[in-house]
């Protein structure tokens, strides 16, 4: 079946510039969180939502960032006036619910910002 | 707090030779233990998971991982390595009364021929 997906891919952006990143979780998914993945580190955690509520967003690195998921599928992480140190791949990951913790991962989008 | 330590940034093994990820945890509760497995360009897949039922995990692709609580450790083995086993490995803490999962630094795996 489809698993998550995320789009774009690939991003290239001007520092300075505003991006949006999408991610589709699997279908019937309560729970759905966004990582940042620096080259060569672990994923680190960003924010959280079950459904369309946002739980939890202590992992933002700043007040630049900022995730929606308005009717509790899709979601939409948005970075403004990107940074350098914005450049990472952003995963999406989804669960059915938040007892099970097994979560599924989409490809990723790579940021890099020049 | 939690935390996750994986020991080793780097493991070369023979083809055929047995695989050992060491991976060291922290938490004051009892945790979940994740290992998850990224290969280049695709997304992080779940190998196996720790939820205070077995010690002993099984997971796929022949890997199974023992929660020793007297070591606070999670350490991912297989008894044979595969050329397809080269990959990055993370080994991953939740703690039960947060959603909220702990990557660690993970550990790249190198498969000789």
């Known amino acids: 079946g489809a698993g998550v997906s995320q789009s774009p891919r690939y991003k290239v952006a001007k520092r300075g510039q505003d991006v949006a990143l999408r991610c589709d979780p699997i279908s019937g998914h309560v729970s759905l969180f966004w990582y940042q993945q620096a080259l060569g580190q672990g994923p680190e955690f960003l924010t959280y939502?079950?459904?369309?509520?946002?739980?939890?967003k202590s992992g933002l690195p700043s007040d630049r960032f900022f995730a929606e998921r308005p009717e509790g599928s899709v979601s939409t992480l948005k970075i403004q006036r990107t940074q350098q140190e914005d450049s990472a791949v952003y995963l999406c990951?989804?669960?059915?619910?938040?007892?099970?913790?097994?979560?599924?991962f989409g490809p990723g989008t790579r940021l890099t910002v020049t | 707090a939690q935390s996750v330590t994986q020991l080793d940034s780097h493991v070369s093994v023979s083809e055929g030779t047995p695989v050992l990820l060491r991976c060291n945890y922290s938490?004051?509760?009892?945790?979940?233990l994740f290992w998850y497995v990224q290969h280049p360009n695709k997304g992080l897949q779940l190998l196996l998971k720790y939820t205070s039922a077995a010690t002993l995990v099984k997971g796929i692709n022949g890997f199974e991982a023992e929660f020793k609580k007297s070591e606070t450790s999670f350490h991912l083995t297989k008894p044979s390595a595969h050329m397809s086993d080269a990959a990055e490995y993370f080994c991953?803490?939740?703690?039960?009364?947060?959603?909220?999962?702990?990557f660690g630094k993970g550990t790249r795996l190198h498969i000789l021929p």
């Open positions: 939502f079950q459904n369309e509520a946002q739980l939890d």
């Open positions: 990951a989804s669960s059915f619910d938040r007892v099970s913790y097994e979560q599924y």
């Open positions: 938490s004051s509760y009892s945790p979940s």
């Open positions: 991953v803490v939740s703690l039960n009364r947060d959603d909220k999962i702990i």
